[in-house]
DNA sequence: ATTATCTATAGATCTATAGATAATGC
DNA sequence: ATTATCTATAGATCTATAGATAATGC
């Protein structure tokens, strides 16, 4: 165990901290991923400084770079955090040849939903910053690209997108991925919304755009409160 | 005319600038804006300095608070010239009962993916700003909060809204409103597309979310390209 | 006289580093 | 000795204001 990311039972090393706080079960560089989360996707990137993250993760500001490299590390931090288990399911999915294209394109949509607005910050959000066009993201990029590609695969595997076309396909592959993360905004504006039946009917929406019918199928209902 | 916001023929009164450039045509106030637009969307709001914006606009730091207060009233002028034009569309919509609810809503699906997508910066990437959400910033919301009724209103007055109950029909007019401003995000990761086609293609599938059949209606194939 | 602009700068940050300090571990 | 933290701060900003300046207008 590094006595860096383990949250020790009883006596710490090293000068202890000049405020004290109950042990959160967190190690320190988890504490400032979670204190970056809440004040990025509160007041913004740029606005919030290293002070901020680092007071809000009960050390001082200076103490941040023993965990981090700075700013940017915590961001392409949170920003893989969130399209990482998106492409491992989606890339599950695709393998798997045997359940309709139909119904692995509903599932991939309501997770990637549940993951959007499951948790306790907005963390799509974060996707739309303009800071994170810059080459120092470009892991999180291909990730997410090859995450629409999954999408696209899908998309293309079922029944109405094999009628489509290559381009009317490519555009409803890009329709659907606009709609799932376009609930990022959505959440934004009314967070308190129940997410499990919202990421059922977003999926059932996402099907609706490809053509794809799917009474009944898969988990859930089709349209859950008709 | 106001000497501030007209550009004026031949001489102008006051202070030659340092660095003299063509006559763009546009008023100060008016270059002030386009800068802004092009750095916030570009690099961020919170990053953009009061002192990139004013240069880019051909003036020195300081010259800009002669026409603005500052940053935050650049950005509330931009925020609403994006969104305004979508409401006062959709009142006229509302307002025309003799048009099948689903070709209104179409039209205003449409219209709204070419705003967002049509200009040369991509605007809705600001509403989702954290900084956006502070008090100074309630008009803003107030004219999006009146938008996204009026899709409510249209969503009701279709076929299949009329059918669907009020729970399910405030869910798929929120899923049409993502979709709309989803089409944020997917503009960012490929901004070549054309937007004319585009923007036909998210109106329709808009319709498909609610469910709504428009074979044919209102201008434009309902699917082009198939 | 009026206007639009400029230069200069005070005051308030913010980041990242240097070096000191207070624990545990051996 | 090693580690985690602290305090202090240099250097680099950035915003908003004060006051000077160079045009036109009358």
Redesign the pocket.
Known sequence: M????DTGG??????????QRPDSGLS?REELLAAAAELFTTRGY?A???????ERA??????????V????DLLAALLESTVAPSLALAEKLLADGGRPAEDRLWELCRADVTLLCGGPYNLGALYVLPEVRAERFADFHRVRTALRSAYGELVAATGAGAALGADEARLRTDLVFGLIEGVILVHLSGPERAVGPFAAATADAALRIVGADREGRGPGAAVPGA
Chains 1, 2 share one sequence.
Do not use: F, I, L
């Open positions: 590094s006595s860096t990311s009883g006596r710490r090393v090293g000068r202890p901290r000049a405020t320190a740029a919030t400084t290293t002070r901020a993250v680092a009960g050390m001082r500001q200076a103490t941040m770079y023993h965990y490299a700075g700013k940017e």
